[in-house]
C-alpha cells in the first residue's frame, strides 16, 4: 500500500510535466500559426459591409454575443445573439447581422426580427475558416445600430476542404 | 444529396403572453462552394439561403444565409404566444426548391 502511494508521487511529477511539456509546446505552435494568418483584408472587407449598412458608428454594447474562446472544429461552431430590447411595436430590433471578419466571405447571416418575437434572441452553428473576430451588428427600429465583437481561436478550420 | 428533412420543435401549448422557444434543423449539406473535388475542381455552391417561419401566414422571423453556416443549419429563435394558430417553416434551397414544415400551438 505505501509503496504504492510511493509510487504513484514518484509518477505524477514525471506525468504531469510531460503533459505540460506536450501543451506549452502545442500551444506555441498553434499561436505562431494563428498570428499571421489574420489578415487585413478580410477586416476591410467586414468594414466595407457594416458601412454599406450604415452601421460603421454603432454603440459598442447592448449585444450578448455567446461564442466558445476555442473551437476545435471550425466547421460547426456554436453561436447565440441577444440585443437588448423590449420589443414593442414602436421599439424593437429590426436585423442582426453576424460577420466573420476572416472567412472567405465576411458574410454569416442575416436575421429579421419584429415585435411578434417578443425577444431578441437566435442561436445557430456557423463555418469558421480560421482564428478571427466574429461580429453582430443589430440595427434597431429607430435606425440605431449596436455592435459586439467576439475573437474565437480555430483550431481545425471549416471552410475549405 | 438526399432530399432536405426538416424537423422543428415547437412547444404544444403555451400561456397567452409567454415567451416560446422555437428550434429548427434541417439536413442539408450547405456545400460553400469553396472545396474541392478530388481532381482539383470547384464544387459548385448549393446552400439554403433563406428561412422564413409565419404565423397564422403572417411572416414574424426570417434569416438569410450564407455559406458560412454550417451543414444540417440549426437556429433557434423566439415568439411571444397570443394566440392559437399554426406555425409554417420554409427552406428555400439555391436551386429554387422550397422544403416546408407545419406545427400547431394551442395558447391557453
Redesign the interface.
Known amino acids: 500500500m505505501i509503496e504504492e502511494t510511493k509510487m504513484k508521487l514518484k509518477e505524477t511529477p514525471k506525468e504531469i510535466s510531460r503533459r505540460h511539456v506536450i501543451m506549452l509546446v502545442g500551444a506555441a505552435a498553434a499561436t505562431a500559426g494563428m498570428l499571421p494568418r489574420v489578415s487585413l483584408a478580410d477586416k476591410a472587407a467586414t468594414d466595407a459591409a457594416i458601412k454599406a449598412i450604415g452601421g460603421d458608428g454603432a454603440e459598442m454594447s447592448g449585444i450578448t454575443l455567446d461564442l466558445p474562446q476555442i473551437a476545435e472544429n471550425g466547421s460547426t461552431v456554436s453561436v447565440g445573439v441577444e440585443v437588448d430590447s423590449p420589443m414593442t411595436a414602436d421599439n424593437y430590433v429590426k436585423t442582426v447581422y453576424i460577420f466573420a471578419e476572416g472567412n472567405p466571405n465576411p458574410d454569416v447571416c442575416t436575421l429579421h426580427f419584429t415585435p411578434a418575437g417578443g425577444i431578441a434572441r437566435a442561436y445557430t452553428r456557423i463555418r469558421l475558416a480560421k482564428t478571427q473576430n466574429v461580429i453582430a451588428l443589430a440595427e434597431m427600429s429607430d435606425g440605431s445600430f449596436k455592435r459586439e465583437t467576439v475573437e474565437v481561436k480555430v483550431t481545425i478550420g471549416g471552410c475549405g476542404g | 444529396m438526399a432530399s432536405a428533412k426538416p424537423r422543428v420543435k415547437v412547444p404544444a401549448s403555451a400561456a397567452k403572453g409567454e ?1 416560446i422557444e422555437i428550434k429548427s434543423l434541417i439536413s442539408h449539406t450547405m456545400e ?1 462552394g ?3 473535388d478530388k481532381e482539383g475542381k470547384a ?1 459548385p455552391r448549393k446552400i439554403i439561403n433563406k428561412f422564413i417561419v409565419t ?1 397564422n401566414g ?14 444540417n ?8 404566444a ?1 394566440e392559437s394558430g399554426t406555425m409554417g417553416f420554409t427552406w428555400i434551397d439555391d436551386d429554387g426548391s422550397k422544403y416546408t414544415a407545419e406545427k400547431n400551438l394551442k395558447v391557453t
Do not use: G, V
Not at chain 2, 62 to 70: F, N
Open positions: 415567451i460553400s469553396q472545396r474541392k464544387i404565423f403572417k411572416e414574424f422571423f426570417s434569416a438569410d444565409w450564407a455559406p458560412a453556416i454550417s451543414a443549419p440549426f437556429l433557434s429563435f423566439h415568439m411571444r397570443e
